[in-house]
């Protein structure tokens, strides 16, 4: 059976495990990331993630203990707060020995302590006997290295592959290599302490024999390297000592991330379990770059900087903490497009797509070491400084971002203007190149209302909206700057696109926005969530906005945990599609801040409703990059899409974007003022407390009451010679 071109290209994701059903536990420190089931272990094949990965290839591919050969019972599971330890208890099942005996359940009792820290997985195995006799266990852990790249693991196949070799360095130790196509060498080793009874190329085996009450730990180092500088020095043994130092290293490290951000309590437990996971899995997300923590996108499939999310998420999270803002421009001014790279789709001025660092991106067998078809990416990039600069003052970064900014604002309206119509399109320069160039990026995802693909190049409806928020917040900017004419030509262009942009793209019997304008400038007259981005930008008059948040929240569109991408009953309608009817919560979370930009604050705290009610269903109480857009049935949970990544951070950013979006949280650095525009606050918070706000030498804790669908708020302390505003 022949699968449609349309939908599967190279980099289409097969689903042929549901990661959902397997409760995954997820672990990661900067470039390393790992994914196990939900007992520690990593199971290979059937489409598993499951793995120990460092810069975008699998070191570890297998992962299993077993207790005298057989599997342990699972008695739980769980990610520390700060999402950097995971601990799993364990027993052993009932266990007929040679000899005949009988090793009752739950003799033997197993605990797995689990983290990562600087391209090292390590493990502390604590094996303990609450028998009244003593016993003998054989303890084995089975294991493999295959050194896949991370688009092999997603299930492309390749031609042909690099050389490995796999050897025993003494009694308790063991090293693999692997020398891959880009003539880089990447080397695994795994650490066992006390040297094992048996060690292989495959497994390795401890036989113990603990009195009645007795206990031990082994401890295990799984490290991975493909640098020198990567690498253990040969000195430096692996020891109780080295686990527990760098166990420390990591926990603190987690902490001082923690302590400088705002704090946010509330009288409700489930609420304050989804903001700390929340908070944990941005934490966890985010990796050091030379221009500050960057937060990579997702795990396991997009563990990598990407241009769109981390701006997304950094606007998401910028009234918490601008200084994730910070990095992620900084970032992106350096990895800015400087020339033109059709099989990169670059272009002067433009800003990254993604960067990857695995074998097949360093050969060209994918286009993404340094791939810039984002076709959003550029004028979110514009929009993030405009926005960093009211919110912080920090005026020094916008002069060193200045001639990265006019290199963008070039692209936005000299390059990316494939007609010269005014707007901002995309149409891939290679066969390589991905078909969409939006966040919604899909083969299927850009369509007409009979169902036919749209062809290029494409005008997205959001799209213009950034260019539309990017130029009008710039102005004003640029205007403190001392550039006065730059910030009325901005203001006046921003102007005229709004005008030529409701002409093409307002759909009146549709009562909204078209998701697109095709190469033959003919809308798509597809009602689509691309119209609630719109208002997220201030694009839209009041009618309009009126107009497409009544659809938004109506049946279509609203299945009651939160808003469609496409509404119900459109031709490529499917709640299970990844673009085409599922639910993103980050997606509404933009539209959530649109609605609040109108003063539409009861949409508001539905979506909020909705998708909090979600996260307390989901594991672990993390929404996960999508979820399935079918209607919500009494004493049911959402319904999980197979594939989706968790943690993602644009989702983990939403639970604060959504605060944000119903308190109306303002500032303004150049008057250090803290505003609270119309507060409001869902049915589920009855208050909520914010500690450490802070607008430049201003610092105000607060706590939000609510009475009925009005919120009273309560200055606790103020330090600073700001203001704070409530405008009710």
Known sequence: MEVSDELVTPFYIPAQASQ??????????????????????????????????????????????????????????SLQDTGSLLTIDLTNPDLVREDGSLLPKDTIHLTRSLFLWNGTCYERLRVHNFGEQAQRSRITLHFASDFADLFEVR????????????????????????????????RFTLHALPDPAAFDTRHL????????????????????????????PEAERFDEARFFAHYRHSRQSHQRARHHRTAIDSPN???????????????????????????????????TPFGRDGILTALQMLWLDPSLARAVLRYLAATQATQYRPEADAEPGKILHEARGCEMANTQEVPFGLYYGSVDSTPLFLLLAARYGRR?????????????LEA???????????????????????????????????????????????????????????VYAAKRELSGLVRQLGHAGLAERLRREAAELKKRFTAQFWCPDLGMFALALDGKKEPCRVRSSNAGQVLFCGLADMGQALSISEQ??????????????????????????????????????????????????????????????????????????LFCGFKRRRGNGPTSYPVACSPQAWAAATPFSLLGACLGIDFDAQKQTITLQHPTLPHFLDEVTLTNLTVGDTRADLRCIRRGNEVAVNLLAKEGPGEVLVKL
């Open 20 to 77: 959902a059903e397997r409760h995954l536990r997820v672990l990661k420190h900067n470039d390393a990331f790992a994914v196990f089931d939900h007992y520690g272990d990593m199971v290979p094949g059937g489409g598993n993630p499951d793995g120990l990965y460092f810069h975008d290839t699998r070191f570890l591919s297998s992962r299993l203990l077993l207790i005298d050969g057989q599997r342990p019972l699972l008695l739980g599971s």
């Open 155 to 186: 299930g492309m196949t390749r031609a042909k592959r690099g050389t490995g070799h796999v050897r025993l360095d003494g009694t308790a130790r063991l090293s693999a290599t692997y020398l891959g196509l880009d003539a880089r060498l990447r």
């Open 205 to 232: 085996r401890y036989d113990l024999h603990l009195k009645p009450h007795a206990r031990c730990s082994l401890f295990f180092a799984a490290q991975c390297s493909v640098t020198e500088a990567d690498r253990l």
């Open 269 to 303: 437990p489930t609420f304050n379990e989804v903001i700390s996971r929340a908070r944990a899995d941005l934490l966890t997300l985010s990796t050091e770059t030379p221009y500050g923590p960057y937060p990579y996108a997702g795990i396991p499939w997009f563990s």
């Open 392 to 404: 912080t003052g920090d005026l020094a970064l916008i002069h060193e971002l200045w001639p990265h």
């Open 408 to 466: 963008a604002l070039h692209w936005v309206d000299h390059i990316s203007d494939v007609d010269g119509d005014g707007f901002v399109e995309y149409q891939r320069q290679k066969e390589t190149g991905l078909v969409n160039q939006c966040w919604k990026d899909s083969n299927d995802s850009v369509f007409h209302a009979d169902g036919r693909l749209a062809d290029g190049p494409l005008a997205l409806a959001e799209v213009q909206a950034y």
């Open 552 to 625: 938004l929240m109506g049946p279509a569109f609203f299945s009651g945990w939160g808003i469609r991408t496409i509404a119900g009953g459109e031709a490529r309608y499917n709640p299970m599609s990844y673009h085409n009817g599922s639910i993103w919560p980050h997606d509404n979370a933009l539209i959530a801040l649109g609605f609040a930009r109108y003063g539409l604050k009861a949409p508001c705290r539905r979506v909020f409703t909705g998708l909090f009610e979600a996260a307390a269903y989901m594991d672990q109480r993390r929404l996960p990059e």
